[in-house]
Every structure is written in structure tokens, then in C-alpha cells.
């Protein structure tokens, strides 16, 4: 199907296609996002040994994502984008969130307390971002262009460690590093890449998932998972609040609210494309107050993830894709897809056949995703106009972003508060540069 302009639109924002269509259109935006959603909660309870609770988190972060996606699409007392929004689990808080759940652990808190921390921080920070809604246009001026591509490119280059020990077998596994392991990474890796070298944008979409599903049936067929791995639990997941409790550490809690800023200029952008391909303005008092509240929407929907024990939640940009792919911008599809995701997130087997991916076949997606979300950063960078400034306010964050995620002991002998400011890499980068852009002045151009 080829790509449509906004005036090749099939269905405009305020329209209502027919049951059938919102369907099928619904389909094909979960197919986009379905993995996003899933995956950090997956990631965060494999490293942090939350296995038993993890089923129980994948349902509620579908859940928050459902939720989420409704608020955006319904704009319910004037919160949210009033647009086709889809919602999903954040990969740019997993640096923050993985660092808040190793102090939890290393203070003697088991799976409980680590996610009562987890989700207690992302609950108060999600009042920063509710808070910098009714800023965003003097915020963009703080956050640059410069500093988001910095920081989008420190969140990518920092997971890939994650993925790349998933891809090996997952950490403190015997078979760490086996042929089988790295055999069956690899062949995920390639069925998504050469699903991304199709000329057909649907093949593409779903090169992700058919990844996943890909390495799931080979393990399945080579004995790496056994017939009773596959056998669903049929409980139903009830949301209950603050389910583990409550606890707040502010030491842990700066890095997150940075990464809270960021995200905030990140949404600005999503729903931007998601402007341009809907055929609505990008100008004007409309379009900034539809800013204003998307991003106050990415706020309260976070708010409501961390209420449901899940992580915070964001604009996923892939599906501005699908809405030029289908040609439908109507925000009446985010009422099916959020219908969907509550669905589908009740049933707590969804997350016991989740949890059964194996970890080659998770780090082989992973690092893709990864890798995607470095390239995305780089991307950002190569547009803008490198002078000498700019290049080493680049060349000071990165350092000390990515120099903190290889050697993470650096800071080991400074007090906790600087330990736990510093602990992401991403916040890190992030910092140094806003800091590097307000004190270093703007140089003078030359012929």
C-alpha cells in the first residue's frame, strides 16, 4: 500500500469509519506497537528478578497503555491530544527505572520493595511532566534539538548491553555465550532485517513481531522450550493500586524527573508528525494548546500506569506511520485499540507466554530496537549545524554519559546522593548538556 498524504486521507480525524474498518485499522496499529508496550516491562523484570510478579505487570502495563491511548483519543476534560495517539510503555526510562530497582536491591528490598520504589518515583514524576505541559514552547528552548539527540542517542547506545546479554543467553545463565543461543539471536535478527529491506511498508511494520514469533517457534522446535512453558494461566489480572506499596527516594527520583523533561520535547514532536500527517495545523493557538494537552496527556497517563504498578507511558511515534500507511486519522480508532489493549491485559496469560520468550530471541529483538533508538538520536544530531560549541557540548555529554554506562563504578567512592543523580546514563548526557548549552555562549558566525 503506498504512503498517503493528509490530502489522500481516507478518514479525517473527526470522522467515524464503520465498525469493520476500526477494527482492522485498530489491528494494524497493535501490530506497531504491540511489542513496545511489552518489552521494557519485560526487560526491567528480567533484570531486576521480578519473575513471579511479571505476568501481573505485563497485564497492567496493557492496561495503562489502553487507558492511555482512550485519554489521548477522547480528551476527557480537556486532557490529551484529541488525536490518534497510541500509548505505550517508554524505552527512554529504563536507564532511571533499572538504577532505582539496583538501589532497592542492594538496600536488602526484595521483588515488593523494588517495585513499590519503581512505581512510586514514576507516579511523583509524573507531576513534572504535568507541570511542564503549560511550558512546552519556553521548555523547547531549554531542551534543544542538540541536547534531545544527545540523549536519545545515550538511551540507545546504553540498552544495547541489555539486549546483547539477553542475546547471549541472559545473565548468570549457564549456557551464557553457547552456539544455540547466539544461533537462534542472530536469526531473529536477520528475519527483522530482511523484513526491513521489503519494498512493502506492511512488511515492515510487522518485522519486529513476526521477529519474535519467528524465534519463538525455532526455540520451540529445538527444545529450548518444553510443551508445559506453553500452557497459559487462565487468572484474570484485576488492577489494584499501588498494589506493592508505597516508597519514594529522592536521590533516585532526579535522574527520572530528567528523563521526564525530555520526554515531554519528545512528545511535542510525535504529536507534530501525527499533526502533519492528520492534515492539522502546526500552527497557531490551536495547535499549541493540542500540545499542551497531549503532553499534559503523556503526564496523567503515566500517572495512571504508576497507580496500576506499571511504567511510565508515552506518544509512540510508529504509529503516526500506520496513520499515513491506512490513510485513517480518525481518533475513533483510539477508542477499538484502547477497547483491545484492557482486553487483552486482564487475561493474565498473556503475560505467562510473554515471559516464556526466550532470552535470545528477546535480546535479538531488543537489540534492533536498541540500535533503532541510537540511530533515531544520531539522526536528530546529523540535522542540526555542528560548530565548535556545539561539538563540545556533543563530545562532554556523550563522554560522560557513555563513560558512566562502561565503567558505572566511577562515582563508587562519592555520597549517595551523587551516586544516585548520576546513576543513568541517559540522565547523565542529558544534564551535561542542558548545563553546557546555558553557560557556554552562542558563537558568532563567520564567513
Not at 481516507?10 to 489491528?27: G, H, T, V, W
Not at 508505597?246 to 501525527?274: C, K, M, Q, R, W
Amino acid at each position: 500500500m503506498s504512503s498517503k498524504t493528509p490530502s489522500e486521507l481516507i478518514y479525517r480525524l473527526d470522522d467515524k469509519p464503520p465498525i469493520l474498518e476500526s477494527f482492522f485499522a485498530a489491528i494494524q496499529h497493535l501490530l506497531a506497537s504491540f511489542v513496545g508496550i511489552v518489552t521494557p516491562t519485560l526487560i526491567i523484570g528480567s533484570v531486576l528478578g521480578l519473575q513471579e510478579q511479571l505476568p501481573y505487570l505485563i497485564s497492567m502495563a496493557l492496561i495503562a497503555s489502553g487507558i492511555g491511548t482512550f485519554v489521548q483519543a477522547y480528551k476527557p476534560f480537556g486532557i490529551g491530544a484529541g488525536m490518534l495517539c497510541v500509548q505505550g510503555t517508554s524505552f527512554a526510562f529504563l536507564g532511571a527505572i533499572l538504577s532505582a530497582g539496583f538501589m532497592a536491591r542492594d538496600a536488602g528490598g526484595g521483588p515488593e520493595e523494588i517495585i513499590a520504589l519503581i512505581t512510586s518515583l514514576c507516579f511523583v514524576g509524573s507531576f513534572v511532566q504535568i507541570g511542564l505541559s503549560q511550558f512546552i514552547p519556553r521548555l523547547r528552548k531549554i531542551v534543544t534539538p542538540l541536547v534531545t539527540g544527545i540523549v536519545i542517542t545515550s538511551i540507545g547506545i546504553s540498552l544495547i548491553k541489555v539486549g546483547m546479554t539477553d542475546l547471549a543467553g541472559g545473565l548468570n545463565n549457564p549456557d551464557f555465550g553457547s552456539p544455540a543461543n547466539l544461533m537462534l539471536g542472530f536469526f531473529v535478527i536477520a528475519v527483522i532485517v530482511l523484513m526491513n529491506i521489503s519494498s512493502n511498508n506492511w512488511v515492515r511494520l510487522s518485522s519486529i513481531v513476526v521477529g519474535l514469533v519467528a524465534g519463538f517457534g525455532v526455540a520451540a522446535l529445538t527444545g529450548m522450550l518444553t510443551p508445559s512453558d506453553l500452557l497459559p494461566s487462565a487468572a484474570i489480572s484485576v488492577p489494584i493500586p499501588f498494589k506493592y506499596g508505597f516508597n519514594f527516594e529522592l536521590a533516585a527520583f532526579i535522574p527520572l524527573a530528567v528523563i521526564y523533561i525530555i520526554s515531554s520535547v519528545e512528545t511535542t514532536g510525535d504529536i507534530t508528525a501525527n499533526c502533519v500527517i492528520s492534515g492539522q495545523p502546526i500552527a497557531g493557538e490551536s495547535y499549541i494548546q493540542r500540545i499542551k494537552s497531549g503532553v499534559l496527556g503523556d503526564g496523567i497517563n503515566s500517572m495512571i500506569a504508576a497507580v496500576l504498578n506499571s511504567f511510565p507511558n508515552t506518544t509512540f511515534s510508529q504509529n503516526t506511520g500506520v496513520i499515513q500507511l491506512t490513510g485513517i486519522a480518525s481518533r475513533h480508532i483510539g477508542m477499538y485499540i484502547a477497547g483491545i489493549l484492557v482486553f487483552i491485559g486482564l487475561f493474565q496469560g498473556v503475560g505467562d507466554i510473554l515471559q516464556q520468550i526466550p532470552k535470545p530471541v528477546l535480546g535479538g529483538a531488543t537489540l534492533v530496537m536498541f540500535g533503532t533508538v541510537a540511530a533515531a538520536g544520531i539522526k536528530i544530531l546529523a540535522s542540526e549545524y555542528i560548530d565548535r560549541r556545539k561539538m563540545i557540548i556533543i563530545a562532554v555529554s556523550l563522554g560522560l554519559g557513555l563513560g558512566l554506562a562502561l565503567v558505572p563504578d566511577i562515582f563508587a567512592k562519592t555520597p549517595d546522593l551523587i551516586q544516585n543523580i548520576f546513576s543513568s546514563a541517559a540522565a547523565t548526557a542529558g544534564l551535561t548538556a542542558m548545563l553546557l548549552s546555558l553557560i557556554l555562549p552562542e558563537l558568532k558566525e563567520q564567513e
